[in-house]
């Protein structure tokens, strides 16, 4: 092997676990970091921003504790957690589409998750899913301690019913309200036309979407509710804690000055239904003559979901209760998309309350808006975005779908994806700065010095800010890495690869200001080796700043310098030391020509949406027809994009009001926001060429 030369100081490596390693458990006495992303309902293949809103910003994070050495991070014992969500209509509605069982078909989209997050490298500790013995168990005791510490109540309710209760997934019909005929795919909770919110008792000539020929009727059915209005004081306080002692990002739970903005919260909470009419899912436990009612019933998905992160927890150790009920050594961090806030800071902290044991809860919230797909939504059901397996097909490195999907990561608002773009930021970025800086350096190295480190004269440790011609680099270096400890800290993702960039671009900048070349080596050969020693250091340092966002391209640069994976420091030291030998410089990006932006917006840009006229109904005002979506083939104006990204948020603006209670207030609200949509999406097409 060749000669490895570099600096003996506690701490300066990672300390990484071999394979087979025992389970990793929490250390008593300290602050240890569980980590969850929320589970990924396992009836379809993630898209993009499905993976940027959880799983992947989850991964850099997890990483990134492991690697930075300072006061924050030092010695901290990390485990991140996720898995699949299995249970639930939308899971047993699939499978129906498929002709498969529901296990059958979570057995097919659990492996197809899992080797889409396997080749994205997103590195869970245990990747689990929620249908297993263990979630079962801890469901079903969470369930009996609500109902022993007094927080469940019977409520009869009308249902829609055909040889059994049908969920309102399983029922199409008439719209009450509009007179539109739901087509095949369409819900019984909602209007595709008018965006009415609706019970599917209300639907007009309701049918069965098992059996088209089944008469469907309506018939009571008893349930179980969690009584959350009388939890909610409790609820409430622990919100306004938490989010203060673990500084949450933007949501739309609690606002920036601490103030409760939820809709139903702010309208008092209602009691909420633990129980469903299904066959898939966790059974309700019979315990004695009283539960006789909920007998064949299952857990509700949303009450056994959140559940999962515990059970996932109990499938990787039998010592699980040492995470979960631990919460002075356990923080929690979880990472989510923004329409899964209420879940985790409402909905689930409220069982916890009132399950009555020591839960380690949410200590700290990181979400996302949504990425949206070149001018349009992300569509499965038209082809429409990279899902999937599908980025793998593309033939750009997982490392470079990593960084623009975390460069564009939409912390604040929501966010665009779009071919140029990505094409750009591996060009002029990663190719063109990151790249050149690695390739450039050790490349001089090999060819001016056989691969071998140069003596330069410095002193292994720490660089004076007071050099004698680098002081200006070494502040600068040093104020960046600081910068991006508190940005990795504040679990500012974005920040912090901007932070990376800017690093690589001042080692650029470096070389070029010092002259690294023959003619400097001829002419001041000491100078020469010491700009080679302090830019090759600098890049050990970037292996490391990088590794939680492109871990393979961390990987490459540490083959290409023959060394093993440091920690972050917090200042630029002398490290790699003189007789060091480097190993085989390579680039780390190839460049992507431009014009396949065009192609991959071909392959990827779905089958146009274009809505058909509803018939109209006797007795019914004709609805207005919703205008047919712009083809995402069109080159976009500047002005068609600023209308495009009003279409945008005002999509969100209807899937707010849509989480509010229904009120005929709420759904006259809703009416408007969709004229309001449909007019920017006439603008939209009225800005477009004529062919």
């Not at 249970?87 to 699939?94: I, K």
Request: glycine content about 6%.
């Amino acid at each position: 092997m060749a000669t490895q030369k570099f600096r003996q100081a506690d701490g300066l490596l990672q300390i990484i676990p071999h394979p087979g390693a025992p389970a990793i458990l929490p250390k008593e006495g300290e602050t240890n970091i569980l980590i969850t992303s929320a589970l990924p309902y396992c009836n379809n293949v993630p898209h993009l921003g499905n993976i940027i809103g959880s799983t992947l910003s989850a991964d850099v994070f997890s990483r990134c504790v492991f690697s930075i050495v300072g006061r924050w991070t030092r010695n901290r014992t990390t485990l991140y957690i996720c898995g699949t969500d299995e249970y639930g209509t939308a899971t047993e509605t699939q499978a129906i589409k498929e002709g498969v069982e529901p296990k059958v078909l979570c057995d097919k989209y659990h492996l197809l998750h899992k080797e889409t997050y396997e080749w994205f490298d997103i590195g869970f500790d245990y990747f689990g899913r929620t249908s297993t013995e263990w979630h079962s168990t801890i469901c079903q005791g969470i369930y009996r301690n609500l109902r022993k510490n007094g927080y469940l109540e019977k409520q009869d309710k009308e249902q829609v019913y055909c040889e059994g209760f049908l969920a309102d997934r399983f029922v199409e019909g008439v719209c009450p309200h509009c007179g539109y005929e739901a087509s095949c795919d369409a819900r019984g909770d909602q209007c595709d036309l008018c965006s009415r919110t609706l019970d599917a008792i209300e639907l007009i000539k309701p049918r069965c979407m098992v059996n088209k020929d089944h008469k469907v009727t309506t018939r009571t059915s008893t349930h179980n509710y969690l009584k959350l209005n009388e939890i909610q004081p409790r609820t409430e306080e622990w919100i306004k804690k938490s989010w203060k002692a673990g500084h949450w990002s933007p949501n739309s739970v609690i606002n920036a000055n601490g103030e409760i903005v939820d809709a139903r919260v702010k309208a008092g909470l209602l009691p909420t239904p633990l129980t469903r009419d299904l066959k898939w899912g966790v059974k309700v436990p019979i315990d004695s003559e009283e539960d006789k009612a909920m007998e064949g019933k299952v857990l509700y998905v949303w009450y056994d979901a959140p559940i999962g992160y515990p059970s996932i927890t109990a499938n990787y150790t039998p010592e699980w209760e040492k995470w979960w009920f631990n919460p002075k050594d356990v923080h929690l961090y979880q990472f989510m998309g923004k329409d899964n806030v209420y879940f985790h800071t409402v909905y689930f902290p409220s069982i916890q309350l009132a399950d009555g044991r020591n839960w380690s809860t949410l200590h700290h919230l990181s979400t996302t808006e949504y990425l949206n797909y070149e001018g349009g939504k992300f569509s499965k059901s038209r082809n429409r975005g990279v899902f999937g397996p599908a980025a793998k097909e593309t033939g750009i490195p997982a490392s470079v779908w990593r960084y623009y999907l975390l460069s564009t990561r939409p912390e604040t608002a929501d966010a665009m994806f779009s071919w140029a773009d990505c094409i750009a930021a591996n060009n002029n970025v990663l190719l063109n700065n990151f790249g050149n800086f690695v390739n450039r350096v050790l490349k001089f190295v090999s060819s001016q010095y056989d691969s071998v480190i140069p003596e330069s004269g410095d002193e292994p440790g720490p660089l004076s800010p007071n050099d004698e011609h680098d002081a200006k680099f070494i502040i600068d270096v040093n104020a960046s890495l600081q910068e991006y400890i508190s940005d990795m800290e504040a679990v500012k993702l974005r920040k912090g690869l901007h932070t990376v960039m800017q690093i690589s671009g001042l080692g650029n900048n470096y070389l070029q200001s010092s002259g690294l070349g023959k003619a400097l080596m001829t002419s001041d050969p000491k100078r020469c080796a010491q700009v080679v020693s302090r830019a090759v250091n600098l890049i050990w340092v970037l292996s490391t700043l990088v590794y939680p966002y492109m871990p393979a391209t961390s990987a490459a640069i540490l083959e290409q310098l023959n060394v093993p994976a440091r920690a972050v420091p917090d200042v630029l030291s002398t490290d790699i030391l003189a007789g060091h030998t480097i190993g085989k410089p390579a680039h780390l990006f190839k460049k992507i020509e431009e014009n396949m932006a065009e192609k991959f917006r071909a392959k990827f840009g779905g089958l146009p949406e274009v809505e058909e006229a509803p018939k109209p109904k006797a007795g019914k005002k004709k609805p207005s027809k919703a205008p047919a979506a712009l083809s995402p083939d069109v080159i976009r104006t500047p002005e068609m994009l600023a209308v495009e990204a009003k279409i945008a948020e005002q999509g969100d603006a209807i899937r707010a009001l849509k989480a509010e209670p229904k009120t005929p207030e709420t759904d006259l609200e809703i009416k408007a926001a969709v004229d309001a949509l449909n007019k920017l999406k006439t603008d939209l097409l009225d800005l477009a060429p004529k062919a």
